[in-house]
T-cell receptor, first 115, second 111 residues
């Protein structure tokens, strides 16, 4: 498909385990965002990648969270030693070229449940 | 931190009615304002993007306006249909890299 693809769509993990969430952006999109949406809450910015520039990590809630983007395409968000408060829907978005003035497209999200 | 507010939080209208959703933001120096819809358990679907140099955008029954000086945007939906039922989110992007989202308006269109 031509949209942003995220996997897995659902993930249930035990407290203390590490998880990896994957995002495949739209081909040719150089900007990539990760957001988190907790139940009944708004979208919380996590991290932003733009081309080969250093990522904006200002939204990562703790050092248990990290993300990388390999080859300027696929991105992986890793949560170490998961906690119950990490349970949320993790959304990835991409946009074309410079992030300013371009439309962002979101994936369907990964629903993470920490038990 | 930018504040984005959406009013009302929830709205219920009969099918066929025209309606307006409101979005206000604190920073007038925006680059973009984008409207999305979110269906339950789904991701966000982009509806309209208004760049800072524009005042409105139209797509089908949807029309979005932007007034930077007053820090407001509206999404107008004409002739509403049950399939329009969803949560509508606005997001503004300014000199930073991230989008700042409102908490959304939950719309129910009653057949």
């Amino acid at each position: 498909g031509a949209g942003v693809s995220q996997s897995p769509s659902n993930k249930v993990t035990e407290k203390g385990k590490d998880v990896e969430l994957r995002c495949d952006p739209i081909s040719g999109h150089t900007a990539l965002y990760w957001y988190r949406q907790s139940l009944g809450q708004g979208l919380e910015f996590l991290i932003y990648f733009q081309g080969n520039s250093a990522p904006d990590k200002s939204g990562l809630p703790s050092d248990r969270f990290s993300a990388e983007r390999t080859g300027g395409s696929v991105s992986t968000l890793t949560i170490q030693r998961t906690q119950q408060e990490d349970s949320a829907v993790y959304l990835c978005a991409s946009s074309l070229g410079d992030a300013r003035s371009t439309e962002a497209f979101f994936g369907q999200g990964t629903r993470l449940t920490v038990v | 931190k930018q504040e984005v507010t959406q009013i009302p939080a929830a709205l219920s209208v009969p099918e066929g009615e025209n309606l307006v959703l409101n979005c206000s933001f604190t920073d007038s120096a925006i680059y973009n304002l984008q409207w999305f819809r979110q269906d339950p358990g789904k991701g966000l679907t982009s509806l309209l993007l208004i760049q800072s140099s524009q005042r409105e955008q139209t797509s089908g029954r949807l029309n979005a306006s932007l007034d930077k000086s007053s820090g407001r945007s509206t999404l107008y939906i004409a002739a509403s249909q049950p399939g329009d039922s969803a949560t509508y989110l606005c997001a503004e992007q300014n000199t930073g890299n991230q989008f700042y989202f409102g908490t959304g308006t939950s719309l129910t269109v009653i057949p």
